[in-house]
């Protein structure tokens, strides 16, 4: 069996799938009906990083999504995807809303939507320059909990990427006071991230309640494959369940190590990695040494792994 796995913000690059938009039809197409969803010309943005809009997250999450979705589409086109034996799909953050929608359970127009108002509302969450978030290298989401709880820090887990990377999100002012004291207690390098504002904590509880009015109004559908929420790490068809996960996914951390420890438990041997960068992959050889890995981004790899199944 086979698990598929989207990647979220941060895997971003200049140029990511234009080789699939130029060789394949379907691929323009991809654009072109996500483009039309939202009004925005993403292709200007992902290719020439016009107005150096691509990394600003109310535009940096629809041209994740549409190069997710773009070779997603192409792949499908070129193989019998019935033959992958796909069991499961999941993605890091923005990632699980690719993962919904080649699950079926939320359309690519709806789904674009949905995309184009959760960046607008994640980037104006909080005060610019006001919040943000950090990624801990060396140490493990148990520790780094125990440290916070201990020393009364106000910053909270945001992404349980790794055994050995995990990212935390507050106020600047937070992080800062929290840097000397998880420094002290062992992590090897406490990096600031590029982005707006402290995602995956309480500060996105006003974003999430908007988003969730938005959610409201989709029609879910039962997924044709299980989805691993970030939210519970646990695998489900049911609609109900996938949208009440969905709800809750802004505010709270995403459970990384507990989904890709959910698909070992669940005897999972293939995992395709398919979007922009291999940055997922990296992670989950951190996690478990008992997946085969394959990563589709570009058409190189598309040729790749087509010859190899």
Request: hydrophobic fraction near 40%.
């Amino acid at each position: 069996m086979t698990a598929l796995l989207f990647p979220g913000q941060g895997s971003q690059y200049i140029g990511m799938t234009k080789d699939f938009h130029d060789e394949f039809a379907i691929a323009r197409e991809t654009f072109e009906k996500i483009e039309n969803s939202v009004k925005i010309n993403l292709r200007d943005i992902i290719f020439t990083n016009k107005s150096e809009l691509l990394n600003i997250t109310k535009y940096t999450q629809l041209a994740i999504y549409s190069s997710s979705m773009c070779i997603f589409n192409v792949l499908q086109n070129e193989i019998d995807i019935d033959k992958l034996f796909i069991k499961y799909s999941l993605g890091h953050s923005l990632g699980e809303y690719s993962a919904l929608t080649v699950s079926n359970v939320i359309s690519i127009e709806d789904c674009s939507i949905l995309l184009k108002k959760r960046g607008e509302l994640m980037q104006n969450a909080f005060k610019e320059n006001m919040s943000g978030m950090v990624a801990i290298i060396g140490l493990d989401c148990i520790k780094v909990e125990k440290i916070i709880t201990d020393n009364k820090l106000k910053v909270e887990v945001a992404n349980d990427n790794s055994p050995l990377q995990v990212v935390i999100s507050g106020t600047k002012e937070d992080l800062l006071k929290a840097e000397n004291v998880i420094i002290k207690n062992g992590a090897k390098k406490f990096i600031y991230l590029n982005v707006s504002s402290a995602f995956h904590s309480r500060l996105m509880k006003n974003a999430e309640e908007k988003m969730k009015s938005l959610l409201n109004k989709v029609n879910f559908q039962n997924s044709s494959y299980y989805i691993i929420s970030n939210f519970s790490a646990k695998e489900t068809k049911d609609s109900k369940i996938i949208y009440n996960n969905l709800t809750k996914q802004m505010s709270n951390k995403v459970r990384w190590v507990e989904s890709i420890k959910c698909l070992e438990n669940l005897n999972e041997s293939k995992i395709i990695e398919i979007g922009p960068g291999n940055v997922l992959s990296g992670l989950i050889k951190r996690i478990s040494n008992k997946f085969t890995l394959f990563n589709i981004n570009s058409v190189e790899d598309l040729y790749n792994f087509v010859n190899e199944v």
